[in-house]
């Protein structure tokens, strides 16, 4: 496993982290939990060399965070518990943004909300301190909190030595400015993969330019790019999966096309000895900027595998090959299209 450092926070981070959302359960994930192989799966991941734990409250309304701390029990120093503020659900303070697993889910950043959640995070986590607290989504209207209040919050928090390190997820290029402006950003979350590279336009040379990790997630597209996902599996109305706006390379006309061409690379898993998760999770940490990536699993060897790609090395010629095929793809279709990749 290789560790880089979480911005200048002086925390040394895992390349591959475990993300926690899947195991927490609710009815995006089919209403199925199974903690005794959730906490399997953490275990596995930390005896894989993998430190960097990244949950949320939100993530089964605290049962991720629990689990968690369950697994770490007796091993909390050698674990970074990465967790998140900003999506609330105990009354309507904030500005809303979604039905969730049941709720109604608001964003706010405001400093009283963060100083309720951060407390409710140790207690689920079962610690004194979080190394890397992280706001899950910016703040929106009406209840836009400023950038410099929410950081005001969070640094006393630091003074205070109940986090470590700050963080921020899912923000824009100006977001991402406005946030380091006001004080030390270790490390900026975001969606990203081969079939969603909107980060290189802007936050990606943001980030690599001022020092800050890059972590990303949904790097395997939900396990899209594992080539393990034929055209004849269909997605239960309301699993996360079946979002056409969130997934649209998961419609049947567009699975094909990244079913061929993860068909082609066979012969690169080959020469190199690894699996298709590998090979993606290796092409994204070879990314510019990108310094860990984050990877999910509900199974033991799922998680093992994934960390196996921090130390698989790719040839700059096969890296430029994977690209161009990348590139060949074009735009998804949509529902409607047969054969125009240019639509809307």
Not at 178 to 184: H, L, Q, T
Not at 307 to 316: K, P
């Amino acid at each position: 496993m290789k560790y880089l450092p979480l911005g200048d926070s002086g925390l040394s981070s895992s390349v591959i982290g475990f993300g926690a959302w899947a195991i927490g359960g609710g009815e995006v994930w089919g209403g199925i939990t199974d903690d005794s192989r959730a906490l399997s799966t953490i275990r596995a991941a930390m005896e894989s060399g993998i430190n960097l734990l990244d949950t949320a409250p939100a993530y089964g309304w605290g049962h991720s965070e629990r689990l968690i701390a369950e697994a770490v029990r007796g091993s909390r120093d050698e674990v970074l518990l990465a967790t998140k503020c900003g999506l609330w659900w105990d009354d309507d303070r904030g500005s809303y943004f979604t039905k969730f697993n049941g709720r109604d889910l608001f964003r706010s950043l405001r400093p009283d909300t963060i100083s309720i959640e951060v407390e409710r995070s140790l207690k689920d986590l079962n610690t004194d301190r979080i190394d890397l607290y992280q706001v899950h989504w910016p703040a929106i209207e009406p209840c836009k909190t400023p950038v410099e209040d929410t950081m005001a919050a969070l640094l006393g928090l630091r003074d205070q030595g109940k986090i470590r390190a700050i963080g921020v997820c899912n923000l824009g290029a100006d977001e991402l400015n406005a946030y380091m402006a006001c004080g030390p950003i270790a490390a900026h979350q975001f969606r990203y993969s081969m079939l969603a590279r909107d980060a290189e336009r802007d936050i990606l040379p943001i980030g690599r330019d001022k020092g800050c990790a890059a972590i990303t997630y949904m790097s395997l597209e939900q396990g899209l790019l594992t080539g393990k996902i034929g055209l004849d599996h269909e997605f239960k109305e309301g699993e996360f999966r079946s979002n056409r706006d969130w997934f649209p390379w998961l419609l049947p006309s567009n699975r094909q096309r990244i079913l061929e061409m993860l068909g082609t690379w066979s012969p690169l898993c080959e020469q190199y000895q690894c699996t298709l998760s590998q090979l993606v999770l290796a092409w994204t940490l070879s990314r510019p900027g990108v310094t860990h990536v984050l990877a999910g699993a509900r199974r033991p060897e799922h998680i093992a595998e994934s960390a196996a790609a921090a130390d698989l090395q790719i040839q700059a010629d096969d890296l430029i090959r994977i690209s161009n095929d990348i590139d060949s793809l074009g735009e998804p279709f949509t529902e409607e299209s047969t054969g125009d990749p240019g639509q809307p």
